[in-house]
T-cell receptor, first 113, second 116 residues
Framework: DTGVSQNPRHKITKRGQNVTFRCDPI?????LYWYRQTLGQGPEFLTY????????KSRLLSDRFSAERPKGSFSTLEIQRTEQGDSAMYLC???????????FGPGTRLLVL | AQKITQTQPGMFVQEKEAVTLDCTYD???????LFWYKQPSSGEMIFLIYQGSYDEQNATEGRYSLNFQKARKSANLVISASQLGDSAMYFCAMRVTTSGTYKYIFGTGTRLKVLA
């Protein structure tokens, strides 16, 4: 029984570059969340998928951010034209049903220089 | 406003002692869920314990128990017999319903340091 995996674990990029992160949820988990966590804060909701449908996006998610979950399996989060303020930990969580517990991946640490 | 408040930025506890981490919440939902997660320095959020708003008994999971006081809107985590490996950040979270979907709101966390 594998858990949620995220790749890459670390990413260093220059301001203005595009980055893409991948999340592989626990198999059969049809719900998937993306969060952003900055230093000294708890995770903040970014977006939510039920199967392949993106049902909600936070206002934190500017036009530079896009997320997809093709075929309701893995998900990708892309940040275009990165800014230094995008530096954070990006966490993915999956769960099998609406009132179940979330299980988190190890996160992707992004540093924008 | 839907909010989780953790007022203790940092806590120390002696090994083998019990410690209580505070969490208060604010929501107008009648049905909600409360969670505690542990985040070691590696960054992964580890689920510890869950309490539903309609659960009458306090949740327990091994050395973890959740002291749920609904009228006071508090959901404190009690760790008994602390171990050095318990040193980590601890986050309280609440599941609420917003626009027909479930959302999870996290507090700012408490850093726990267990002393040998």
């Amino acid at each position: 029984d594998t858990g949620v995996s995220q790749n890459p674990r670390h990413k260093i990029t220059k301001r203005g570059q595009n980055v893409t992160f991948r999340c592989d949820p626990i198999s059969e988990h049809n719900r998937l969340y993306w969060y952003r966590q900055t230093l000294g804060q708890g995770p903040e909701f970014l977006t939510y998928f039920q199967n392949e449908a993106q049902l909600e996006k936070s206002r934190l998610l500017s036009d530079r951010f896009s997320a997809e979950r093709p075929k309701g399996s893995f998900s990708t989060l892309e940040i275009q034209r990165t800014e230094q303020g995008d530096s954070a930990m990006y966490l993915c969580a999956s769960l099998p049903g609406p009132r179940e517990t979330q299980y988190f991946g190890p996160g992707t640490r992004l540093l924008v220089l | 406003a839907q909010k989780i408040t953790q007022t203790q930025p940092g806590m120390f506890v002696q090994e083998k002692e019990a410690v209580t981490l505070d969490c208060t919440y604010d929501t107008s939902d009648q049905s909600y869920g409360l969670f505690w997660y542990k985040q070691p320095s590696s960054g992964e959020m580890i689920f510890l314990i869950y309490q539903g708003s309609y659960d009458e008994q306090n949740a327990t999971e091994g050395r973890y128990s959740l002291n749920f006081q609904k009228a006071r809107k508090s959901a404190n985590l009690v760790i008994s017999a602390s171990q050095l490996g318990d040193s980590a950040m601890y986050f309280c979270a609440m599941r609420v319903t917003t626009s027909g979907t479930y959302k999870y709101i996290f507090g700012t966390g408490t850093r726990l340091k267990v002393l040998a």
